[in-house]
């Protein structure tokens, strides 16, 4: 296990320690209170995940509201998420933007905090070529000398960082992973083809975690995992382990919750279940995103009800 405060040298993951990206990975909510962060609610919602074997936590990703954050807020949540992890899991902060120089900036923020390494997007609206994608990353790897972990989600970006363009950037040293959200199998099985043990592929979609790690995958940074992370852990682990029966079985049985998370954009059904849970104090959510129609919530809360949750 990673410990950002003794095994990190430079805040460089050596070769065995950037394995360690892998497993069942969090995209952690960012709790609100009247508008303001919740910081407590933030380091409860951290413990939470450590206990349940939840291997690395994300903040800032989309499901942390990252784009409604401000820079201040945006590094204070990468800089409490380290305080409260404490070394025990990596933390791979959120970084990414359309604009380089400020993926620059707050990736040099995460490497002077103490994060293990850095989630970069695809920029989103500007929709740049393979080329500018390619330029995109490598001026960010030039500038920060530090762990990255590539995030394609066409859905979001209206733009695909095809697999040989992956394939360029894995030849640099700081590109250890990519989080892969198209749910394309043929996607996901070109990326293994063309860069093979070079780059570690995730799942970016709770629903593509299972058949992923059977063509090559390591994990996934998950939804899901917000409000079921021992099930998401434990599909990864028995997997792993060689059980696939077992590993099926958690699969199916996380499929009611992939499809709830979705209900309405994200994160709005995973703050509302952890409210519905008691793990935060409030589903509250930032402009544009708004609380969930009632038919929705009616949906969710039969889902939650029926998988245990409350």
């Known amino acids: 296990m990673i410990n950002s405060q003794s095994s990190i040298v430079n805040n460089q993951l050596n070769e065995e320690e950037a394995t360690m990206i892998k497993g069942a990975i969090v995209a952690i909510v960012t709790p609100f209170k009247d508008g303001k962060l919740d910081e407590e609610g933030l380091r409860g ?32 949540v990468v800089e409490i998420t380290i305080d409260a992890v404490k070394g025990r899991v990596p933390v791979i902060a959120g970084t990414g933007s359309n604009s380089t120089a400020e993926t620059i900036e707050l990736t040099h923020h995460a490497k002077s905090a103490g994060a293990d390494a850095a989630l970069v997007i695809t920029p989103y609206y500007n929709k740049p070529t393979q080329e500018g994608l390619f330029q995109h990353f490598k001026a960010v790897s030039d500038a920060c000398s530090f762990p990255m972990v590539l995030y394609n989600v066409p859905g979001r ?68 995992s917000n409000v079921a992370p021992r099930d998401m852990s434990g599909m990864i682990d028995a997997f792993e382990a060689g059980d696939l029966e077992k590993a099926r079985a958690l699969h199916y049985k996380l499929w009611p919750l992939n499809n709830a998370m979705f209900y309405e954009t994200n994160p709005a059904p995973a703050k509302t279940s952890l409210a519905l849970m008691g793990k935060i104090s409030s589903a509250e959510l930032r402009l544009p995103l708004s609380s969930m129609l009632e038919a929705n919530l009616e949906k969710l809360k039969k889902t939650l009800s029926e998988y245990g949750l409350i």
């Open 45 to 76: 919602l951290i413990e939470f995940q450590i206990e349940n074997g939840t291997d690395a936590i994300v903040p800032c990703g989309t499901t942390g509201e990252s784009a409604t954050l401000d820079h201040t807020e945006h590094k204070r």
């Open 157 to 224: 970006t209206a733009l695909n960082m095809l697999p040989p363009t992956v394939a360029r950037l894995a030849e640099l040293d700081d590109v250890i992973a990519i989080k892969e959200a198209t749910g394309s199998m043929q996607q996901a099985a070109d990326i293994i083809s063309l860069c093979g043990d070079k780059i570690t592929l995730l799942s970016g979609d709770d629903f593509t975690a299972f058949p992923l790690l059977a063509i090559g995958g390591k994990g996934v940074i998950s939804v899901v």
